[in-house]
């Protein structure tokens, strides 16, 4: 069984910064890509960035030069650090992994649990 679980999120004003992080947890064998995604209030979830195995990254347009996504390979973790928040980044943050949990067998469908940013003055 694999376990994602992330840090806890939190409120924070407009222009402020926040750090979220997921560590992977149980029978992993390797993990690829590692991605945030979010989904506001009323709106389809979202992805907002995404990181390889080999450290490339991709972010959604609209995070852009404000939220950087790393990982620790070595713990299985995950960062997203948000800077410049606006009110339009508040949703609920979700991580995902598509990662491999023996040589062959291949999923990508493990998820945290979710946790709150809200962005507000």
């Known amino acids: 069984q694999v376990q994602l679980v992330e840090s806890e999120g939190g409120l924070v004003q407009p222009g402020g910064s926040l750090r979220l992080s997921c560590a992977a947890s149980g029978s992993i064998f390797k993990i690829n890509e590692m991605r945030w995604h979010r989904q506001a209030p009323g709106k389809q979830r979202e992805l907002v960035a995404v990181?390889?195995?080999?450290?490339?990254?991709n972010y959604a347009d609209s995070v852009k030069g404000r939220f950087t996504i790393s990982r620790d390979n070595a713990k299985n973790t995950v960062t997203l650090q948000m800077r410049s928040l606006k009110p339009e980044d508040t949703a609920i943050y979700y991580c995902?992994?598509?990662?491999?949990?023996?040589?062959?067998?291949?999923?990508?469908?493990?998820w945290g649990q979710g946790t709150q940013v809200t962005v507000s003055s």
């Open positions: 995902n992994a598509d990662l491999y949990i023996t040589p062959s067998i291949r999923r990508g469908d493990y």
């Open positions: 990181i390889t195995s080999r450290g490339t990254t």
